[in-house]
């Protein structure tokens, strides 16, 4: 008791367990393995210089960062718009539309993957629709290829990008751009001049998110694009898979960390959030560094002052007549946009209930076979499990620490709590290669590589940075009021965060376990090296089957985890709802 009633005055102490995980199988060994690069204690670039002097590593090097740029620009031109009219919408159409965008996030990586091999396969959806037709002789190349690629990368990344630019734009007062429209600005000068500065944080925050992400990808491009289109991923895990030199894989690993923290630091990610932080100076725009053009800019606004007087004049009292034209092209396009986003899971689910031995959409005929051949398969059936025992060990460690971590936070200052946030996010915004290459090096010297606890710690990193966001978002709507209160009824420290405190931010818990368990019930990259060949969890036995044979079981295993999310949006749900009286009876209660 005296420990906790320490703690209770040192919130800072309840982020130890965090630190201590993150320290032990990510940061310190992230810093051995760049001394490693350096070939410590000689420090040279050595390693470096290697590297960059094959032609053919600087090929794949290009090849990413292109790769990971059209892929963002993509992300941008498609869910800029889609957000803005996301969050124009009603709101129960906005809740509708918000559910089928998470849906497809939630859905696991692999699945999605596997959707799209179907669909773009030379046996696949469209060519078979094409045969059919009669309008093609011979397959078309629609696989293993750039764009199958921008493709699939472009179809995870989306929801990325769109989710952040809804919850800026939800921010944004619409009465500012009604009053811009009141004082004669058309629709789209008061969107360019007021709408769009203000949503700019959140293209940013979802640019960032989308490059750094896309930087690490290993499966979509490896399963979806030919042998051209090598991202420095693959070229890192291939490295650790047929090579033990720790000193080159290192030095390429801490390249692709390199561009990332560059793009980070240049543009500026803040990821903390956290409430309460001083307001910052604005920076000056680039524009206002340029007198010249503002200068002319001033001029030609001068100019155009009595046009547009004249204009206002003359359109004051009109009734515009374009409002239905622009509602159903938004439509459309909000419908082709949600398309691209399940169409790909519902051809999965359906071709899992084909009876034939191919897969084939739509089927001849329904039935249960390769849901069968599932469960009675030992090889999936163990997988699965390993994968559920891993998951749950993942969310009950994870948790715990991360509810911890997040209360602490809560009640420290708001520079070192941001500081101290970002420090516990780094394994998510990092690129995941070069995460798993680290915990590698780490637990190697641990000697628990190959091991189920080795595998649990690796996804705890990424795990609780998750917890710490969700609960961390609860606790700024947390009234500190309510424990002031019961510790003036002599209640201590854990009994008031058990009776209080617990119950009301139990919803955000819950939201934190479920992305515990979805990290780590998805994870590939880092098991696949962590595992070192003796433990098989669900998802590399299926990156396995897809890179070897493509058996229709996997349409079965991929259609169960598309209905997963489904079952964690039902018990978020259920968990919030069922919260809602506690939270009303809380104060009556105390």
Request: hydrophobic share 55%; aromatic share 10%; proline share 6%.
């Amino acid at each position: 008791m005296r420990t906790l009633q320490t703690l209770g005055r040192m919130p800072i102490g309840l982020t130890v367990p965090a630190f201590a995980i993150l320290i032990i199988v990510f940061g310190a060994p992230i810093v051995l393995l760049f001394l490693t690069s350096l070939n410590a204690p000689a420090l040279s670039i050595a390693n470096y210089q290697a590297f960059l002097g094959q032609q053919a590593n600087v090929r794949v090097l290009f090849q990413t960062i292109e790769v990971s740029v059209l892929a963002t620009i993509i992300c941008i031109i498609i869910g800029y718009p889609t957000a803005y009219l996301i969050t124009a919408a009603p709101k129960r159409l906005r809740m509708v539309l918000l559910v089928l965008v998470i849906i497809p996030y939630l859905t696991s990586l692999l699945a999605r993957t596997y959707a799209w091999i179907v669909i773009l396969g030379d046996r696949g959806l469209i060519n078979n629709l094409l045969l059919d037709l009669g309008l093609i002789s011979s397959p078309l190349p629609l696989i293993y290829n750039r764009v199958a690629v921008y493709i699939g990368m472009v179809h995870i990344m989306l929801p990325v990008m769109i989710l952040p630019l809804v919850s800026v734009m939800l921010g944004i007062d619409k009465s500012l751009v009604a009053a811009a429209c009141s004082m004669g600005a058309r629709p789209f000068a008061a969107f360019w001049r007021v709408f769009l500065p203000l949503s700019l944080p959140g293209v940013r925050s979802g640019s960032l998110l989308v490059f750094v992400l896309c930087l690490g990808f290993y499966i979509t491009p490896a399963a979806l694009g030919g042998l051209r289109d090598v991202m420095l991923s693959t070229f890192i895990a291939a490295q650790v898979a047929t090579s033990f030199n720790m000193a080159r894989t290192a030095a390429a690993a801490f390249i692709l960390l390199g561009i990332a923290a560059v793009i980070v630091s240049a543009l500026g990610l803040d990821l903390s959030d956290t409430p309460g932080r001083a307001e910052q100076p604005p920076r000056k725009s680039w524009r206002r560094r340029l007198p010249s053009f503002g200068t002319l800019t001033r001029n030609l606004n001068e100019l155009a002052k009595p046009y547009r007087a004249k204009r206002w004049a003359a359109e004051l009292y009109q009734v515009g007549g374009d409002g239905r034209d622009r509602k159903i092209v938004g439509t459309v396009f909000v419908l082709i946009v949600m398309f691209y986003l399940l169409f790909p899971g519902v051809v999965v689910i359906t071709m899992s209930f084909n009876a034939g031995t191919f897969l084939q959409f739509p089927p001849s005929s329904l039935s249960l076979r390769w849901y069968r051949s599932f469960f009675g398969d030992p090889s999936w059936t163990t997988a699965a499990l390993t994968s559920i025992q891993i998951g749950v060990a993942v969310v009950i460690l994870s948790t715990i620490v991360g509810m911890l971590a997040a209360y602490g936070l809560s009640r420290t200052v708001p520079r070192l709590r941001a500081i101290l946030t970002m420090m516990l996010l780094t394994p998510i915004t990092f690129p995941s290669i070069v995460v798993g290459i680290a915990a590698y090096f780490g637990l190697l010297n641990l000697g628990l590589i190959g091991t189920i606890t080795g595998i649990i710690l690796t996804h705890c990193i990424g795990a609780v940075g998750y917890v710490v966001v969700i609960v961390s978002a609860t606790l700024g709507n947390f009234d500190r009021r309510l424990e002031l209160a019961a510790k003036s009824m002599r209640a201590g420290p854990l009994r008031t965060f058990m009776k209080v405190t617990l119950p009301l931010i139990w919803p955000g818990v819950m939201g934190g376990a479920v992305f515990a368990f979805i990290h780590s019930f998805d994870e590939v990259v880092k098991t696949s090296l962590i595992s070192g060949f003796s433990i098989r969890t669900l998802p590399l036995k299926m990156w396995e089957n897809m890179r070897h044979e493509i058996d229709p079981t996997i349409a079965a295993v991929a259609s169960l985890l598309i209905f997963l999310p489904l079952l964690w949006l039902v018990a978020l749900y259920v968990t919030w709802w069922r919260s809602r009286p506690k939270d009303q009876l809380a104060v009556p209660q105390l």
